[in-house]
């Protein structure tokens, strides 16, 4: 090797060590090292760039935006509360998660799948007091199992096929044939999860927590006619363990029915009154078949889906001072609904119209965005804020969001279309469609990923253009002897070293000539190293930049590069011990 090859396994090494042993942020480590080898001259600038044209790349992009419109519709909460249920346990909820993911990613690209599911695991976690960061390396590492599982669950799979397509003297991969060793891998990856998890997974705490005398306001909603909730109880309704909100009362047909019990069945034209904080009235306001009680707000001009929740402190130079909300014309002075008031942090009871406001009033109000803009410095208010992510779902268009994520999944699956295609069209439809806007697609696609993904396959790219890794591979190979089980056994780990440092493409890519010269050598089949580099590419399990499902739920579950090791690094040789056990058996040498 010469010295670029050895500058760049140097900078690897101080990458991998400031990932693990510091908590500075992964975009930066790794932009840095792209950085070092720029100056030494080691890659090109359009080397060092070249990630953020890779498909992938732009692949995971497009679907942070295909998400925004399911979570826009509310289709991707419809779709967690079906598929993830309410479990009681943090186990159970693992189970039932990792179950679902994995037979859904054997034969839907692994990428959407986590993608549509990161913010629905985080808005189910809290409703149901679990900690997200015991449920989303779960979710990871669930759908890179169930990839390994068909032919088309996985890229890696797809490309090692390819290179066998392209080899003369070996019979193309059938659909199904690296099920004999991926559902056997799949199941003890799972069960090895749920078995360890409680050790080896961390329970992050959120960096900060709603304090206990925070505002609790007290909110009135309606059952609506035709309402999926009519008919239902409390329980069914999931009405019943709101996080931070309780139903203190029911009032139906002038009479009211107090401590409500969780068998009660909700009617048409219910008045449920909450009672609770900012943010769990915010999660009220998504729920289906729910709507503000206060009549005003369904006068203001702007539809729903374009308003937002904003808090509002009364001055006491406000006009309104001293008069109901009825009397003060509150709509019409101001363009803003009062849907509930908090005084001294506490509730006020009564209708909302009926309630006389005092100077020091903390309003929650319903309004187009301008309102902060237009009263963030009028003398009428003290304080006003929009509370993030507070627009009423689009549920009547969370059918058509469906149908094109539907249409994405059977377009890359069954059709054969490039998946950043697919995903660029998916994209577009949603926008077109106002599943969507284009401030809420921005907002959501998260950057920080994109840029980790972008610079570790640009240091791949180095490892594998300097000669670094193939020489690497070789040097190791080499050292197995005339023992094709050993040889097997080198393949596979040097296939999941290089996924663990580079991407699991690349890693199969370099390895596949060598571990077939390395057969042919040994006077052996093949067949066995090819299942052995599709298996251990894919399973990349110690880092989080060796497979990208990894690098997207690296920031929502507030993980450091350590966790990833202490599960994944123990998970990895488990699941090698089982595949090299099964393959050789399957495929003989």
């Known amino acids: 090797m010469g010295f670029d090859a050895w500058y760049a ?6 990458t991998t060590a400031l990932l693990v042993f510091t908590r500075i942020g992964p975009d930066l480590v790794l932009v840095a090292a792209l950085t070092a080898l720029l100056v030494a001259g080691v890659t090109s600038p359009a080397e060092a760039l070249a990630g953020l044209a890779n498909p992938g790349l732009a692949t995971v992009g497009v679907l942070y935006v295909v998400v925004s419109g399911l979570i826009e519709t509310g289709a991707a909460h419809a779709a967690g509360q079906w598929m993830l249920g309410r479990p009681r346990t943090t186990i159970g909820a693992q189970a039932r998660l990792m179950s679902t993911v994995t037979a859904l990613s054997a034969f839907l690209n692994n990428t959407p799948v986590v993608a549509m599911l990161i913010p629905t695991v985080q808005d189910w976690a809290r409703k149901n007091g679990l900690p997200v960061s015991r449920l989303l390396i779960p979710l990871s590492y669930a759908a890179i199992l169930g ?23 070996l019979s193309p991969i059938g659909f199904f044939e690296i099920a004999w060793v991926g559902v056997p891998t799949a199941l003890a990856g799972v069960l090895f999860v749920l078995a360890t998890s409680r050790w080896l997974l961390p329970e992050r705490k959120p960096p900060i927590r709603r304090p206990a005398d925070a505002r609790e306001y007290a909110v009135e909603m309606v059952v609506e006619p035709r309402s999926p909730l009519a008919g239902r109880s409390i329980e069914e309704a999931g009405l019943r363990r709101l996080p931070g909100l309780f139903l203190a009362e029911i ?7 107090p401590a409500v019990a969780p068998t009660e069945i909700l009617h048409s034209s219910d008045r449920l009154v909450f009672v609770g904080g900012v943010d769990s ?7 289906k078949g729910l709507v503000p ?21 009364v001055s006491g130079s406000s006009p309104v001072v001293g008069m109901t909300i009825r009397d003060g014309r509150f709509r019409t002075r101001y363009e803003a609904v009062v849907v509930a008031v908090a005084r001294g942090g506490r509730r006020i009871p009564g209708r909302i ?12 109000l319903e309004a187009r965005p301008s309102f902060v803009e237009l009263q963030k410095h009028s003398r009428d208010f003290y304080l006003v804020s929009a509370i993030e992510d507070s627009s009423p779902p689009r549920h009547e268009r969370a059918a058509i969001a469906t149908a094109i994520l539907a249409g994405m999944i059977a377009a890359v699956s069954i059709g054969g279309v490039p998946m950043v295609v697919a995903g660029l069209v998916s994209a577009g439809l949603m926008l077109l469609a106002r599943c969507t806007t284009g401030p809420i697609a921005r907002r ?4 920080q990923v994109l840029t980790v993904i972008a610079a570790a396959i640009a240091l791949g790219n180095t490892l594998e253009k300097t000669g670094a890794a193939a020489s690497i591979a070789s040097a190791w190979l080499s050292m197995a002897g005339d023992d094709p089980l050993l040889a097997l056994a080198v393949a596979y780990g040097l296939t999941s070293l290089l996924s663990a440092i580079i991407t699991n493409n690349g890693a199969a890519v370099i390895m596949f000539p060598i571990a077939i010269a390395s057969a042919a050598a040994l006077g052996v089949s093949p067949r066995p190293f090819v299942i052995a580099i599709m298996m251990a590419a894919s399973a990349a399990f110690a880092t989080p930049i060796g497979y990208q499902t990894n690098l997207m739920v690296y920031g929502p579950g507030g993980y450091r590069f350590s966790d990833y090791l202490r599960i994944g690094l123990p998970l990895t040789l488990v699941l090698a011990g089982v595949a090299l056990l099964i393959v050789p058996r399957v495929w003989p040498f």
């Open 9 to 14: 396994i140097a900078v690897v090494l101080v």
């Open 147 to 169: 990839g390994t599982c068909t032919l088309i669950g996985t890229s890696t799979n797809l490309v090692v096929s390819g290179l066998v397509a392209t080899h003369p003297g």
């Open 251 to 257: 009032e139906r047909d002038g009479r009211v029915i």
């Open 281 to 287: 009235v915010v999660d009220l306001y998504k729920i």
């Open 293 to 313: 009680a206060p009549d005003q707000v369904f006068k203001l001009d702007a539809p729903r889906p374009e308003r937002l929740l904003v808090e509002a402190v």
């Open 353 to 364: 119209g009926d309630i006389t406001l005092r100077a020091g009033d903390t309003l929650l």
């Open 444 to 447: 959501s696609v998260d950057w």
